[in-house]
C-alpha cells in the first residue's frame, strides 16, 4: 500500500531553491518513499522515531505513521545544515 507523502511549507520553500539536477534527485526520493519508508539504507536517528535517508549531497529527514500511512519530511537538506535547529 502507497504512503501518503506531506512536506512542510519550510520545506517546499527550502527544495525550491536547489539547482534543478538535485531537486529531481530528491523528488525522486520522495516519490521512492511513498512506496517504500523504509527504503536501503535509511537511517532511523537514535534520540527521535526520526528516519534518514541521502541523496548525493543532501539528507532528507522524516517520520513515519503506519497506521494512517503518512510520511511527513520534516527538513531536507545539505549534511552540514540538517541537523542544525
Known amino acids: ?38 527504503p536501503r539504507g535509511v537511517r532511523k536517528l537514535s534520540d527521535r522515531e526520526y528516519y534518514r535517508i541521502t541523496v548525493g549531497k543532501y539528507r532528507i529527514l522524516y517520520t513515519i505513521n503506519d497506521d494512517d500511512k503518512v510520511v511527513t519530511i ?5 549534511r552540514k545544515d540538517v541537523y542544525k535547529s
Open 74 to 78: 520534516y527538513r531536507v537538506g545539505p
Open 1 to 38: 500500500m502507497n504512503y501518503r507523502i506531506t512536506l512542510s511549507k519550510k520545506v517546499r520553500k527550502q527544495v525550491s531553491k536547489y539547482p534543478t539536477v538535485d531537486l529531481h534527485k530528491i523528488h525522486d526520493a520522495m516519490l521512492t518513499l511513498s512506496q517504500e519508508p523504509r
